[in-house]
T-cell receptor, first 114, second 111 residues
């Protein structure tokens, strides 16, 4: 987990409220990712970023938005949280994408939407 | 959609035994990687094998890749209780697309 922090680590919120999760890295890596992990589904990509202000959708992007205004920070926002977004969210970073890519993961954020 | 599919979903062995996990994938790849996840933690990269390699070793880990069968296996020899974790395969392509992770195998090593 060195070099990657996620905040908050745990959050309980109510349906319909906005939620923002933060990923912060000190490695100066170009690529950053947001995943969600659910039982039976493994790890699914929500959004990723390949540079400041450059983002793209992943497999399960509906209901989520992201922003990256600085190299070190990647924010994930649930505009109006739903119970189906209860999950563990992981941020990851890498210095390349595709061939020879290795990802480094943060410690995760447990989100419960009531 | 997920590219890799690990098998078995769960595996329970005695300490000292070998553990073998398999990963099958659907499309051509540039490389295949294995990651470990301890309970409540993020994934940690273990090993990467390129598409032109057939076998790779790292300590007690042995990974094989058969591109004709689109499958890989991870062997952990002389397992320890500390090896208890979930193991994920991930496939990498040569283009600008991110890694695609499988659903994982839960390994329990009983002391």
């Amino acid at each position: 987990d060195a070099g990657i922090t996620q905040s908050p680590r745990h959050k309980v919120t109510e349906t319909g409220t906005p939620v923002t999760l933060r990923c912060h890295q000190t490695e100066n890596h170009r690529y950053m990712y947001w995943y969600r992990q659910d039982p039976g589904h493994g790890l699914r990509l929500i959004h990723y970023s390949y540079g400041v202000k450059d983002t793209d959708k992943g497999e399960v992007s509906d209901g989520y938005s992201v922003s990256r205004s600085k190299t070190e920070d990647f924010l994930l926002t649930l505009e109006s949280a739903t119970s189906s977004q209860t999950s563990v969210y992981f941020c990851a970073i890498s210095d390349r994408v595709g061939a020879e890519e290795t990802q480094y993961f943060g410690p995760g954020t447990r989100l419960l939407v009531l | 959609s997920q590219q890799g599919e690990e098998d078995p979903q769960a595996l329970s062995i005695q300490e000292g035994e070998n553990a073998t996990m398999n990963c099958s994938y659907k499309t051509s790849i540039n490389n295949l990687q294995w990651y470990r996840q301890n309970s409540g933690r993020g994934l940690v990269h273990l090993i990467l094998i390129r598409s032109n390699e057939r076998e790779k070793h790292s300590g007690r880990l042995r990974v094989t890749l058969d591109t004709s069968k689109k499958s890989s296996s991870l062997l952990i020899t002389a397992s320890r209780a500390a090896d208890t974790a979930s193991y994920f395969c991930a496939t990498g392509n040569s283009g600008n697309t991110p890694l695609v992770f499988g659903k994982g195998t839960r390994l329990s090593v009983i002391a």
